[in-house]
């Protein structure tokens, strides 16, 4: 590769924002309008999330960190209680279990697909004979949807919740017994987290939402989003009513402590927009992962390089596209391999270190290494590719075959 030819590349990173001229004129217009927050935007983006994924609800909020913590205070998690997810996850998975004061244990993953053991939930449940268990977070991870059918039922059984982190799979779907259901919206969970961070399907800078077909809970929902304030089933009646026994007009009511999680009608404006693209741009995810398949399998010949299985049943979204490399058997160091990438114009990364690793839940979980052995197998071979619907064809082919010469020669010519 002639010096000139990485000059002039673009910089590939492992996921961008696509933004239109229609994102544009969108925000622009509730620039112009009368409401920059808790106008109809806000309502209008809620309507079209719960039609995309088939959910009787939608409440979108600030980001999915506060979707999540918000999903904890709607079902009363607290002190005493024990949150279940997977090490192998954005730590916010485990967190909002932590802003409520409840414990969070962790279920190993397979190192095949990145997801929770159905197996090892069984485990965790049946040794949990006080059942201070009470939500379990699957996390589809990648982008490719979690067994929610059998962990569904093994938490209901168990008197537990299901909250289904899906920040990675908005658009992702799975069959089961001969019925397609969609993520956000099947009766296998209580809620559905997303998020709309820039390198997801739909970004509003910062957002988050969660779907749910309960009413009472996407009630408190919006009730814990803006400040806990109800406007309606007073306690304080005297407060509340006129002397003609009508509500006053300015009044509100706090029965329970909320925060201010809203998202503005400027952010609601942007995700609109962009979900009216979404089933373009899953498409062309799924034709950007079927390319890096073919090519990996075929042209790279390198059998310490696996793409992450997909199971038969799913419609996976392809958030990420995560090979597995076996940079032991290979003799290469990962660092030094993206770094060389990095140096060809081609940003990787690595999707996650196993959140039981980390200093804060090694104390607060009493987690150490070697505790989940299929988490931590999958953490030390892991590496994101580039992933987002503008790659072309060309950027694929370049993708990998840069990625064939360093791990070949262990590092790129150029
Ligand atoms: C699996 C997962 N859960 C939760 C979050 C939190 O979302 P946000 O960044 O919008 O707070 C992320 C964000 O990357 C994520 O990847």
């Not at 988050?208 to 806990?228: E, K, P, Y």
């Not at 992450?308 to 090979?323: D, G, I, M, T």
Request: glycine share 8%; net charge negative; proline share 5%.
């Amino acid at each position: 590769m002639a010096p000139t030819e990485t000059a002039q590349r673009k910089f590939l990173p492992y996921g961008r924002q696509s933004i239109s001229e229609a994102d544009i004129e969108a925000v622009a217009e509730v620039l112009q309008s009368d409401w920059l927050t808790q106008g109809p935007a806000v309502p209008a983006f809620e309507r079209a999330l719960s039609e995309t994924v088939g959910a009787g609800q939608a409440v979108v909020c600030c980001n999915g960190t506060a979707a999540l913590h918000l999903a904890m205070l709607a079902l009363g998690i607290g002190e005493g209680d024990v949150v279940v997810t997977t090490p192998v996850t954005f730590l916010a998975s485990a967190n909002c279990a932590r802003y409520v004061g409840a414990d969070v244990k962790f279920v190993d993953i397979d190192p095949e697909t990145g997801l929770m053991r159905p197996d090892c939930l069984a485990d965790l449940l049946d040794k949990d004979s006080e059942k201070r268990i009470k939500a379990v977070i699957p996390v589809h991870f990648g982008g490719q949807p979690a067994n929610l059918p059998e962990i569904h039922a093994m938490a209901r059984q168990h008197g537990a919740f299901v909250v289904d982190d899906a920040c990675h799979a908005l658009g992702a779907s799975f069959e089961y017994r001969n019925t397609r259901y969609r993520v956000g919206g099947n009766p296998f969970s209580d809620m559905t987290v997303f998020s709309f961070h820039p390198v997801k399907h739909v970004t509003t800078g910062e957002g988050g939402a969660i779907s749910t077909d309960d009413v009472a809970l996407a009630d408190r929902l919006r009730r814990f989003r803006s400040h806990g304030i109800q406007k309606e089933g007073f306690a304080c009646g005297s407060l509340a009513h006129a002397g003609d026994g009508r509500v006053n007009p300015w009044y509100y009511e706090m029965s329970e402590l909320g925060y201010n999680y809203r998202m503005s009608d400027i952010h609601a404006a942007l995700g609109r927009s962009q979900l009216g693209r979404l089933p373009r741009s899953l498409e062309r995810r799924r034709t950007i992962a079927a390319l890096y398949d073919k090519l990996i399998v075929r042209d790279l010949r390198l059998s310490q390089v696996v793409p992450l299985k997909v199971a038969a049943n799913v419609s996976h979204a392809y958030h990420l596209f995560v090979v597995r490399v076996d940079f032991a058997s290979l003799s290469v160091d990962r660092a030094a391999v993206m770094e060389s990438l990095r140096g060809a114009g081609i940003g990787t990364q690595v999707h996650y270190i196993p959140v039981h690793l980390q200093p804060y839940y090694r104390k607060h979980s009493g987690t150490k290494p070697g505790d989940f052995p299929g988490a931590e197998a999958y953490y030390a071979q892991a590496l994101s590719l580039p992933m987002y619907p503008e790659l072309t064809e060309a950027d694929i082919e370049y993708v990998v075959d840069r990625l064939s010469s360093v791990l070949r020669e262990g590092e790129i010519s150029c």
